[in-house]
């Protein structure tokens, strides 16, 4: 009976019943009037109208597009309003001015160590995605990082904890997903250990990706622990266009001198201490050096954005890091929803437009947007060796059948895919040519690319591309090919199923 209440009374019940709600009463107002009032009807189609001819003539993503247009076109009297409450592109001005600021901050902070131009030396595609990064992202690239990648989960733990030992002056934490269990709880006695020693530490975590694994009052629980807290974007029982944007980055950054990022959040699933749709392989980078100072500066940006803060963030700038031997370009980078900047796909784009033999990647979801999927088939007709790993057992069963629906043009053009069959696969991985990697928290979905915060590291010619490159080729030896057979059978039912859910289909 507890257990049946308890569901009952979650909050993630409520707020659902809130919404369908008002989205019930949305409709029974509309068709209600319009029974009533021609003049309302109309002014309803009208709007429909409106709304379908603004979004043929915006900049978003045609399959965002032909979602919306899915949805309106059938149902003109609902559809426009409906669309104008939750999926409308229009961001606030104040919101505007307050991204404009965060910019203006990021630039004024790390313009000093921009540095692309010492990439020429190693080619035009090396500087060129490097100065992308920095006049679009206000990221920089850095030399004098050394850095160290894990193929899974279970080997990045210990490691985190070890690291999280040695901090003397701050931790700063922000993650999508927070779950009480081993990874967690060994990383918080730390954390209160820490902080009544007089360390600094601060926690971001997204109220979405919490909903089923935190209680709602956590940051007060964390706050009495003498650990700093804030909630990104709580959630709200209202229709708005703020439930779309999550926080999904995953950032744990030491004293500025020690930096973790990748696929991992803060659950017992991404270690495999749980076991959720069979083994859990994920990816982990560790940065120590000169470029932990930008992965601070997104941190801080977010922490003074969350809380309407505006601190020094010089009093946070580390002592110059030990020179070491070469350890190649390090470019941690950031992307926003908010700034009409799709970094995250921008640096994909790039890498797979430069690639010359081939283009390694491992990702969760295969829902790709018209333009990444025409460079992918373009560099696999080109004679560039293109290889996508995806899961073979799916955390989510619709958008599993969506990433599938996505195979066949792909197969087609050359791509060769493959699914990883002892579990789910979670890291987010592209790797270049020996040359060039990136490794983040960007999935190849709709929702990641342009609706979610996101980072991720670029390397170029970092000693630790080599070991991404493995990595991938010992996954690929537990992974199946997929064949044009098996899925070309993919009616357009499907296909307009696909089209709805890469907009739709819950966070990721």
């Not at 979602?67 to 076109?73: D, G, N, Q, V």
């Not at 999926?87 to 505007?96: A, D, F, L, V």
């Not at 590291?457 to 992974?479: G, K, M, N, Q, Y």
């Amino acid at each position: 009976m507890k257990k049946f209440l308890y569901i009952l009374f979650h909050r993630s019940v409520l707020m659902s019943l809130a919404l369908l709600a008002q989205i019930a009463a949305l409709v029974v107002m509309v068709f209600s009037f319009s029974a009533y009032t021609e003049i309302f009807y109309w002014c309803c189609i009208a709007l429909s109208v409106a709304a379908a001819l603004a979004i043929v003539g915006s900049r978003m993503e045609p399959g965002y597009k032909i979602a919306w247009l899915l949805l309106i076109l059938p149902f003109p009297i609902f559809g426009g309003v409906f669309y104008i409450l939750v999926g409308g592109g229009y961001i606030p001005k104040r919101t505007q001015k307050r991204m404009q600021g965060m910019l203006k901050k990021s630039f004024a902070t790390l313009k000093e160590d921009f540095k692309a131009d010492d990439l020429l030396p190693l080619g035009g595609d090396a500087s060129g995605q490097a100065s992308y990064l920095e006049r679009r992202a206000a990221c920089p690239a850095y030399t004098n990082t050394e850095t160290e990648y894990f193929p899974l989960g279970d080997a990045a733990f210990p490691r985190m904890l070890d690291e999280l030992e040695k901090a003397e002056k701050y931790i700063f934490l922000e993650y999508f997903i927070i779950q009480p269990g081993i990874f967690w709880d060994s990383i918080l006695a730390i954390l209160e250990r820490k902080a009544a020693q007089g360390v600094e530490v601060r926690v971001i975590y997204d109220d979405f990706g919490c909903m089923f694994t935190l209680p709602r009052d956590y940051d007060e629980i964390l706050t009495k622990k003498g650990i700093q807290c804030r909630v990104f974007n709580r959630l709200m029982p209202v229709m708005s266009l703020r439930l779309n944007n999550r926080d999904h980055r995953k950032l744990l950054i030491i004293d500025g001198k020690v930096g973790f990022t990748g696929g991992l959040n803060l659950a017992d699933e991404y270690i495999n201490m749980r076991e959720r749709f069979g083994r859990w392989k994920d990816s982990g980078l560790l940065l120590e050096g000169d470029a932990v100072w930008s992965m601070t500066v997104m941190f801080l940006t977010m922490w003074d954005n969350i809380a309407n803060w505006d601190e020094d963030f010089e009093l946070f700038h580390p002592p110059a890091a030990p020179v070491r031997p070469w350890t190649g370009y390090v470019q941690p980078y950031t992307d926003t929803p908010l700034d009409r900047e799709a970094v995250g796909q921008a640096v994909y784009l790039n890498m797979i437009a430069k690639a010359k033999n081939y283009i390694y990647i491992t990702t969760p979801y295969l829902v790709i947007d018209v333009a990444t999927n025409t460079a992918l088939c373009n560099a696999a007709k080109s004679g560039v060796d293109v290889r996508i790993i995806t899961p073979h057992i799916p955390d989510k069963r619709y958008v599993f059948e969506v990433t599938r629906a996505h195979y066949p043009p792909l197969l087609e053009a050359g791509v060769k895919i493959y699914e990883y069959t002892p579990g789910f696969i979670h890291a987010k991985n592209f790797v270049v040519d020996d040359r060039f990697a990136t490794v983040g928290t960007v999935n190849l979905d709709y929702r990641s690319l342009f609706l979610h915060f996101e980072d991720g590291v670029w390397l170029c010619e970092a000693p630790c591309i080599r070991d991404i490159r493995h990595d991938f080729e010992e996954t690929l030896r537990h992974s199946e090919p997929c064949s044009l057979r098996q899925f070309k059978h993919l009616n357009i039912l499907l296909q307009l199923y696909r089209s709805i859910l890469r907009v739709f289909a819950p966070l990721m």
